[in-house]
């Protein structure tokens, strides 16, 4: 079965620096691979995803993450952050025959002024 | 995208009652989807919802602690049966986008605590 992992449990940041989330999964091919914010209050919003193509994946809110498949990792970044981009970043990933999600733990940012 | 609404929003509950909790779609999809999100944890996919047919759930999850109806396209209902305080958590749930690519887009959550 596939399985994500998100190796940073919270993250903080001063706006205005960079940001970048770490995800590795595990799962024997291709995988549809998703990254979902949750703000304090709201359900998940989709950022960015990647099935297939080029390996930088440009989403929603000035985001983008790269897939490496020697590294079986997704990596989210962001150039610059807002202190509005303080919430929960969620990794998930889905087989490619099928709909189930399975999600990483989560990574809560915070950003400082 | 589809605009997912949920209700009720928040609840408290009394321990061995029952909730129900609503998901309405604005458009007509195949697969609907419920998740629970325990304190502080991850989503974890509870059951898999598809129009004129039972459920699917997942292991851990049994129909008679949560029944789940879908009678059309666009609504689909979780029931959490005699709960208890560990079934204090935020119930979301999604649907899939209909395109090539599996995208599920999710509603805003119910918040449920039970006492």
């Known amino acids: 079965a596939q399985s994500v992992t998100q190796p940073d449990i919270h993250i903080t940041v001063s706006e205005g620096a960079s940001l970048e989330l770490r995800c590795n999964y595990s799962?024997?091919?291709?995988?549809?691979l998703f990254w979902y914010v949750q703000s304090p209050g709201q359900g998940l919003q989709l950022l960015l995803k990647y099935f297939s193509g080029d390996t930088l994946v440009q989403g929603i809110k000035g985001f983008e993450a790269e897939f490496k498949r020697s590294q079986s990792s997704f990596n989210l970044r962001k150039p610059s952050v807002h202190w509005s981009d303080a919430a929960e970043y969620f990794c998930?990933?889905?087989?490619?025959?099928?709909?189930?999600?399975?999600f990483g733990a989560g990574t809560t940012v915070t950003v400082r002024a | 995208s589809a605009v997912i609404s949920q209700k009720p929003s928040r609840d408290i509950c009394q321990r061995g009652t029952s909730l129900t909790i609503q998901c309405q779609v604005d458009?007509?999809?195949?697969?609907m989807f419920w998740y629970r999100q325990q304190p502080g944890q991850s989503l974890t996919l509870i059951a898999t919802?598809?129009?004129?047919?039972?459920?699917?759930?997942e292991s851990g999850f049994v129909i008679d602690k949560f029944p789940i109806s879908r009678p059309n396209l666009t609504f689909s209902t979780l029931t959490v049966s005699n709960m208890s305080p560990e079934d204090s958590s935020i119930y979301l749930c999604?649907?899939?986008?209909?395109?090539?690519?599996?995208?599920?887009?999710f509603g805003p959550g119910t918040r449920l605590t039970v006492l």
């Open positions: 799962y024997g091919a291709t995988p549809y």
């Open positions: 919802a598809n129009q004129g047919s039972e459920a699917t759930y």
């Open positions: 999604s649907v899939e986008s209909g395109s090539s690519y599996n995208e599920q887009f």
């Open positions: 458009s007509q999809v195949t697969m």
């Open positions: 998930a990933v889905q087989r490619s025959n099928d709909y189930k999600l399975s």
